[in-house]
């Protein structure tokens, strides 16, 4: 899933507190500020995927989530706002909520398993919430498409997502679907959804395969590998396609390759040698700074926990 994380920054905050003075003349104005604020957060977007330390990142994204959904409020439509707030709700819970059950569950504790599944689980719902409102926005008959099942999606898709830029919606309405569903895997209506959320990822890897360091591309790999049954080859092509075309330098390609292709084959040395290139990798993708330290985070545990996935190698 994407761990892009956008507008955490409080630079929103600072935008209000200059103009208080005009936000107290009228709600119209307001609104105008509200809006403008999508642009300070399209052209802060790359100083924090620039950004280098996991843990103050981690503790300024919630910030940045309340200002987003107060954001909101004044301005449910607006679409640059919906994507950020969105990406915020997917990176966190991918990017630190996550790696926090990854490590619970490694420990044995299941209290706090069961608590941070929760909170993954409230982050996922409110995300895909917020993506089916963007896509409302978009076109109309959005849900009979999603009633019609894939074939009727996929004609609807087509018809009302016909540019290149459309990629960045889709790929986010995927991820958001996505992640709800394998949180709520009680749920066999969400598990029945998945082939849904399956056609809006490979809708926008088709308008662009190359957005976001191919993001969408490397998760129809990690889908190829995990499905029943698994699609072996097209998963292996699909991530050979993405470490060339990211030039290796996108690392969370690497870990996920290890983590689901390599698992998926039994193929402990693969597994450790893709591993082994994240850990030893420095800073080769400044652009996405902050999603190869997350990257290389779970490439050393990983490394360090191969018996849990690979039954014939001891801890």
């Given amino acids: 899933m994407s761990l892009k994380a956008h507008g955490f920054l409080p630079l ?6 200059l103009l208080l003075p005009t936000l107290l003349v009228g709600c119209d104005t307001v609104k105008f500020a509200a809006e403008a604020s999508g642009e300070l957060f399209t052209r802060a977007q790359p100083g924090i995927e620039q950004f280098w330390d996991y843990e103050t990142a981690g503790k300024a994204i919630p910030a940045g989530i309340l200002q987003l959904e107060g954001v909101l409020r004044i301005v449910p439509d607006n679409e640059r706002i919906l994507i950020f707030t969105i990406g915020s709700y997917l990176g966190y819970g991918v990017g630190w909520i996550e790696d926090r059950l990854e490590r619970a569950d490694v420990a044995d504790d299941f209290e706090e398993v069961l608590h941070l599944r929760g909170r993954a689980r409230l982050m996922y719902t409110r995300a895909w919430e917020l993506a089916k409102h963007m896509l409302r926005l978009r076109a109309d008959r959005f849900d009979e498409a999603i009633a ?15 540019e290149r830029q459309d990629a960045e919606v889709l790929l986010l309405a995927s991820q958001a679907w996505a992640a709800n569903i394998i949180f709520n895997m009680h749920d066999m209506d969400a598990i029945a959804d998945f082939p849904l959320a399956k056609v809006i990822l490979e809708r926008s890897v088709e308008l662009d395969p190359t957005f976001y360091f191919m993001q969408g591309t490397m998760l129809l790999a990690v889908v190829a590998s995990q499905q029943f049954p698994p699609d072996i080859e097209k998963s292996k092509a699909l991530f050979d396609e993405v470490l060339a075309g990211t030039e290796r330098r996108s690392l969370i390609v690497q870990v996920s390759m290890a983590r689901y292709y390599a698992v998926a084959i039994g193929d402990y040395e693969l597994f450790k040698k893709l591993l082994g290139e994240v850990v030893a990798a420095g800073d080769v993708l400044p652009e996405a700074r902050l999603l190869n330290v997350i990257a290389r985070r779970r490439a050393e545990r990983y490394l360090h926990q191969p018996y849990l996935y690979f039954s014939d190698v001891e801890g």
């Fill in 12 to 17: 929103l905050l600072l935008l209000l507190l």
């Fill in 148 to 162: 019609g099942g894939t074939d009727t999606l996929a004609a609807w898709l087509e018809t009302n997502f016909p």
